[in-house]
């Protein structure tokens, strides 16, 4: 039975239906505006995954270079024609795309042999500014940098040192010749035990840490580092099935590097070691010096040219460098073999006009080296450098730093990456 209102109510009842249905209009308004702001919410979120995850897929498809060299002063023309001219052709190749180029002078390695301290610190400013004399620059896409100026090198070391085998290592065969050891005598016989260093049998590790701390995707090196990188793809294989799939085992890049021997002793190769300091070409060596130690080269005492690499290792040691540098070669840089010269432009030649024409050759290819070396060591009274150095390691450390807070987190001993900050 419907109940009766009387008319002076009816008005409250009115308003207080007004304020209810007032009341639900609005939480309908307010439901449908707070199921549009999550709607934009989740379409934000999604827009910025699917950027993060476009972001990691560009990561993975750019080329990472990193090499390295150690500081023994000012490089000889064997290491340029082997090393340092492949270098600055991979920063030329790179400049316009988004490959990252890293060149450490690794000054730790240094020092598992002792030297005195006064020498190491100038020997790595000669290499940093020898590296920039031969081309290579910040500002076309490289980053130069002190090995020991980025701490991330060493704490990845250790923590690959934690998974890295001992009887890989105890096969390396670089420690054994550096202290004279045949490299089949037993890993850890009384001679060796008594001779060898930690740092010298575990440089390795370091070695591997510098090139995954950057997650390099390529690493140029010469034909006798090759076991060295085998032993990084190693430690990374074992990181990542230990850990997490982090780390990236890096290609081997080996470019057909020529072997420049020494001028004096031809059957071994050019060395800043060798107690006869005209068996090597210093790449600062002014034009007039480098003429004299090429005509002083020791051949033979057959006064013609052939190419005859085992009997006559001083002549061929002549041709090999001519083919490697350039225009006087009659083509470019390594596209005319030493055989093709000594059959094709040099038959019948004297000793004499190969070597003149080595000569001038070297002298081209070097041609303003050593006025830049000069300058940059000068340069704000050598400060100048000290400035490149540092911005190339604050890169450097940013580089390594992505990958570092991965590994932590990884092992246990840091927190969980932001993702946007390791990209």
């Given at each position: ?121 100038t020997r790595r400013r000669e ?268 890169a450097a450390r940013r580089s ?24």
């Amino acid at each position: 039975m419907r109940s009766e209102i009387c008319a002076r109510c009816r008005p409250l009842v009115a308003l207080a239906r007004r304020q209810i249905l007032r009341s639900t209009v609005q939480q309908q308004q307010q439901r449908r505006n707070e199921s549009t702001t999550n709607d934009a919410v989740a379409q934000i979120r999604g827009w910025a995954e699917e950027q993060a995850e476009e972001q990691t897929e560009k990561e993975k498809r750019r080329n990472v270079v990193f090499s390295g060299i150690q500081p023994t002063g000012i490089p000889h023309l064997g290491n340029y024609l082997g090393a340092l001219r492949q270098w600055k052709r991979l920063q030329d190749q790179a400049e316009g795309t988004d490959d990252r180029l890293l060149f450490s002078v690794v000054d730790l390695h240094a020092i598992t042999m002792p030297q005195e301290a006064s020498q190491l610190r100038t020997r790595r400013r000669e290499m940093l500014a020898s590296l920039m004399a031969v081309g290579l620059d910040p500002e076309k896409g490289s980053t130069i940098f002190f090995q020991s100026s980025v701490p991330q090198h060493t704490e990845l070391m250790w923590i690959l040192s934690c998974t890295a085998s001992m009887g890989y290592l105890s096969r390396m065969t670089q420690w054994k010749s550096k202290l004279n050891i045949h490299n089949k005598q037993a890993a850890f016989d009384e001679k060796a035990a008594q001779q060898l260093k930690l740092g010298l049998f575990s440089y390795p590790v370091l070695q591997a840490a510098d090139i995954l701390v950057h997650r390099a995707t390529h690493v140029p090196v010469g034909a006798d580092q090759t076991q060295h990188l085998e032993f990084a793809r190693e430690c990374a294989t074992n990181f990542n099935a230990t850990f997490s799939d982090i780390l990236v085992p890096p290609e081997t890049v080996i470019a057909p590097a020529p072997r420049i021997m020494s001028l004096q002793s031809p059957n071994n190769k050019m060395s800043k070691s060798a107690a006869n300091h005209r068996s090597r070409i210093l790449l600062n060596a002014p034009a007039a010096e480098i003429a004299r130690r090429i005509r002083g080269a020791v051949t033979d005492s057959q006064n013609f040219v052939t190419w005859e690499p085992t009997t006559r290792p001083g002549v061929a040691n002549l041709l090999e460098i001519l083919s490697q540098c350039g225009e006087l070669a009659g083509a470019g840089a390594g596209t005319t073999t030493p055989r093709q010269l000594a059959e094709e432009r040099y038959a019948g030649a004297s000793l004499k006009a190969l070597k003149d024409d080595v000569a001038a050759a070297v002298c081209a290819e070097l041609a303003g080296v050593r006025e830049r070396y000069d300058d940059f060591l000068a340069r704000k009274g050598g400060r100048w450098l000290d400035e490149i150095e540092a911005e190339g390691a604050e890169a450097a450390r940013r580089s390594a730093e992505k990958t570092m807070r991965l590994v932590r987190h990884a092992v246990g001993i840091g927190p969980r990456p932001n993702a946007y900050n390791t990209l």
